[in-house]
């Protein structure tokens, strides 16, 4: 069992920079893959960032070369560095935990890009 929390949301101005973090709770970080997803105002959740338990990226091709996904094992928790937001990243983020067939998800954090 894993419990995710994230934290880090808030409001930002167009091109402005946050960074939400998500802390696991429970045993093996280090062996789950680590994803970040948003979901805006009636549209489905949609994958933002991921990370291998190896370390390997992907990311979805709107926020190549602005948000930075990354993990800290030791710590259990798994970064996004978001920059150059944009109005059209206002979200609801969540961090999911995937192992195998078993995945968790967190509450989620509010972004909002407006000036």
């Known amino acids: 069992q894993v419990q995710l929390v994230e934290s880090g949301g808030g409001l930002v101005q167009p091109g402005g920079s946050l960074t939400l973090s998500c802390a696991a709770s429970?045993?093996?970080?280090?062996?789950?893959?680590m994803g970040w997803y948003r979901q805006a105002s009636g549209k489905q959740r949609a994958l933002v960032a991921r990370?291998?338990?190896?370390?390997?990226?992907t990311y979805a091709d709107s926020v190549k070369g602005r948000f930075t996904i990354s993990r800290d094992n030791v710590k259990s928790t798994v970064f996004l560095q978001m920059n150059s937001l944009k109005p059209e990243d206002t979200a609801v983020y969540y961090c999911?935990?995937?192992?195998?067939?078993?995945?968790?998800w967190g509450q989620g954090t509010q972004v909002t890009v407006s000036s």
């Open positions: 999911r935990a995937d192992r195998t067939i078993s995945s968790y």
């Open positions: 990370i291998t338990s190896g370390g390997s990226t």
């Open positions: 429970g045993s093996a970080f280090s062996m789950y893959a």
